[in-house]
């Protein structure tokens, strides 16, 4: 090198290390509020403390008296319910008496029929407290042995419309947790959010009442129509199909 050149400094070139992506954080999933994860495990805890009471009830084929003991508990122990400020027995309603009623920050809310735990519930039980609820303008109706909870959504009207939301069966094969999951929404403090309402919802439309409608409707039979064109050969007027679903396919109660 010249003596006159200016001398280059050295040039080090470092390793290149590659850029490190941070990961993308999965969405923080809401937490479940407080006051639910306490009734939860409240209900799931009650389903197991009455299993045996329950079981002792239907192996000696108990009153209804007794059933009703039962059912008294649950509803105060295990569905929250204040023995005094909320719960009203033999509520009066026009010379007849429903067995509970229930109040939620003084509104009735709800009526409470009791069978013997042996009793198979059925329509004739829930006319009856129909009745009660049509008379006072109640929404809701829960029909129980003990074993079998049932809640009943009405909308007055002519007709009254009835609509199951709730079955749960207590001695079923259900695991305690799936009871539970069930029984929280008559809960005191579900049913003061109304949560069974997006039960009862859900329910109503894939009743075989709801799915007769579709059955039966424009679009449906039309595809069918054209189906049986396409399978058969055979051409069928659209009035033909609704009149061959609704007397050979569909169950009589499922039709308005």
């Given at each position: 090198m010249s003596e006159h050149e200016p001398e280059v400094p050295a040039v080090v070139v470092e390793d290149e290390v590659p850029a490190i992506t941070p990961t993308p954080r999965a969405p923080k999933q809401p937490s479940t509020p407080k006051w639910e994860a306490d009734a939860r495990e409240r209900v799931r805890a009650g389903i197991r403390k009455f299993a045996k009471p329950l079981s002792d009830?239907?192996?000696?084929?108990?009153?209804?008296?007794?059933?009703?003991?039962?059912?008294?508990?649950?509803?105060?122990?295990?569905?929250?319910?204040?023995?005094?400020?909320?719960?009203?027995?033999?509520?009066?309603?026009?010379?007849?008496?429903?067995d509970y009623g229930i109040r939620i920050d003084r509104d009735l809310v709800a009526f409470v029929e009791v069978k013997r735990v042996a009793t198979k519930l059925g329509a004739k039980h829930l006319r009856q407290a129909e009745m009660y609820a049509v008379n006072e303008g109640v929404e809701w109706i829960i029909l129980t042995n003990g074993a079998d909870w049932r809640a009943y959504h009405l909308t007055g009207g002519l007709p009254v419309e009835i609509d199951l939301a709730l079955d749960i069966n207590l001695v079923g094969e259900e695991t305690v947790g799936q009871k539970a999951d069930q029984l929280f929404y008559l809960s005191r403090e579900s049913l003061k959010r109304r949560q069974i309402d997006e039960l009862w919802k859900a329910r109503r439309a894939t009743s075989p009442k709801s799915l007769a409608n579709v059955l039966g409707s424009d679009a449906v039979t039309d595809a069918i129509r054209k189906e049986l064109k396409r399978t058969t050969g055979q051409k069928v007027e659209g009035a033909d199909v609704k009149r061959l679903l609704r007397e050979t396919v569909l169950r009589p109660e499922c039709l308005d």
């Amino acid at each position: 090198m010249s003596e006159h050149e200016p001398e280059v400094p050295a040039v080090v070139v470092e390793d290149e290390v590659p850029a490190i992506t941070p990961t993308p954080r999965a969405p923080k999933q809401p937490s479940t509020p407080k006051w639910e994860a306490d009734a939860r495990e409240r209900v799931r805890a009650g389903i197991r403390k009455f299993a045996k009471p329950l079981s002792d009830l239907i192996a000696r084929d108990a009153n209804e008296g007794d059933t009703r003991m039962l059912v008294n508990r649950m509803l105060t122990d295990v569905l929250g319910y204040d023995e005094f400020s909320d719960l009203t027995t033999e509520y009066q309603v026009r010379g007849e008496f429903a067995d509970y009623g229930i109040r939620i920050d003084r509104d009735l809310v709800a009526f409470v029929e009791v069978k013997r735990v042996a009793t198979k519930l059925g329509a004739k039980h829930l006319r009856q407290a129909e009745m009660y609820a049509v008379n006072e303008g109640v929404e809701w109706i829960i029909l129980t042995n003990g074993a079998d909870w049932r809640a009943y959504h009405l909308t007055g009207g002519l007709p009254v419309e009835i609509d199951l939301a709730l079955d749960i069966n207590l001695v079923g094969e259900e695991t305690v947790g799936q009871k539970a999951d069930q029984l929280f929404y008559l809960s005191r403090e579900s049913l003061k959010r109304r949560q069974i309402d997006e039960l009862w919802k859900a329910r109503r439309a894939t009743s075989p009442k709801s799915l007769a409608n579709v059955l039966g409707s424009d679009a449906v039979t039309d595809a069918i129509r054209k189906e049986l064109k396409r399978t058969t050969g055979q051409k069928v007027e659209g009035a033909d199909v609704k009149r061959l679903l609704r007397e050979t396919v569909l169950r009589p109660e499922c039709l308005d």
